[in-house]
């Protein structure tokens, strides 16, 4: 039976829904999605304790280490020799998220070389469909993955489906403080779903914005999505703008369209739950248009 060790939290997902979750050794202190990832050994985790920081905190400790060249993720040697894994799954996007390319070299340097490693790089949909491809092939389940891509490609295809009359401006905010604008696959869902992007460019990397973009940009709709938060750190975090008068000024706040979603599940990770947060947007852009689309209870909520 192949060993396989998870550094990426959508690939644990994925490897859930192909049914190869008995082959899983290790994962990510992220990996919690289905609840009984949550079991299996941990063998990485950050340097550091972010759930006893504020976001502006958060990015200055990111910033701090990134300059140093200072480690985000430490390994856990003992835990990763104990899994002797024959297949890594990790991911080359961004060296914040998730483990990178200098802990896939030391995980392979701890286990002398040994396991093979895939290397996963989505930057829009189509990429994380070929990506639950790429995993389904290398763990042996063809046939499950083909089923799966299938199934999350019909849920895309309702949604591009939708009648719509208009496309409003729509602004993905994916961290409050300091603001960064979303990119990767995020602009893409947005035109999918319904809405006009114009903050961000699909593929491309989130990026730090100033207030002033989004007064320009002035969005009828804003998605709170902040990486890796749930709605109620998100709403915690939104307290820095309260006061800003040129947060105020903006048409979603005034007009009262500005919504949290739970973007540690659907958003900030690129596996199949993202279709999800795709239908999620849709609700949010069209309500009416997508009523016979349905989305887990509590996945977003208008301020």
Same mark, same amino acid.
């Given at each position: 039976?192949?060993?396989?060790? !998870? #550094?990426? /939290? +959508? %690939? ?10 008995? @082959?899983? =050794? ?20 950050? !340097? #550091?304790? /972010? +759930? %006893? ?10 910033? @701090?280490? =990134? ?237």
């Amino acid at each position: 039976m192949l060993r396989i060790v !998870s #550094f990426l /939290p +959508s %690939a644990t997902e994925t490897l859930y829904e192909l049914g190869a979750a008995s @082959e899983i =050794v290790g994962v990510t202190h992220e990996c919690k999605y289905p609840p009984a990832a949550r079991r299996k050994p941990q063998v990485i985790r950050p !340097s #550091f304790d /972010p +759930s %006893a920081m504020t976001g502006r905190e958060i990015d200055s400790k990111i910033v @701090e280490l =990134v300059h140093s060249g200072a480690d985000i993720y430490a390994i856990n040697d003992m835990a990763l020799r104990k899994a002797k894994p024959d297949l890594i799954i990790a991911q080359g996007l961004c060296e914040v998220c998730s483990p990178f390319t200098k802990e896939i070299g030391r995980a392979v340097k701890i286990l002398g070389g040994a396991p093979d490693v895939l290397v996963l790089d989505p930057h829009d949909l189509d990429d994380i469909l070929v990506s639950i491809m790429d995993v389904a092939e290398k763990v042996g389940r063809v046939k499950e993955g083909r089923k799966l891509v299938a199934s999350l490609q019909r849920r895309i295809d309702a949604v591009r489906a939708m009648k719509v009359k208009q496309r409003p401006k729509v602004a993905c905010v994916e961290w409050v403080n300091p603001l960064f604008t979303a990119g990767h696959w995020v602009p893409q869902m947005v035109e999918y779903a319904g809405g006009t992007n114009g903050m961000s460019v699909t593929g491309e990397q989130s990026r730090r914005m100033d207030i002033g973009e989004l007064v320009r940009f002035d969005p009828e709709i804003m998605v709170m999505m902040p990486c890796g938060f749930g709605i109620k750190r998100t709403l915690k975090e939104m307290n820095v703008l309260k006061d800003n008068e040129k947060w105020n000024s903006l048409r979603a706040v005034k007009g009262g369209k500005v919504y949290a979603v739970e973007a540690g599940s659907y958003f900030s990770k690129p596996g199949p739950r993202t279709v999800t947060g795709l239908e999620i947007l849709a609700k949010i852009i069209h309500p009416e248009a997508s009523r016979k689309i349905s989305v887990p209870k509590g996945a977003y909520k208008k301020l």
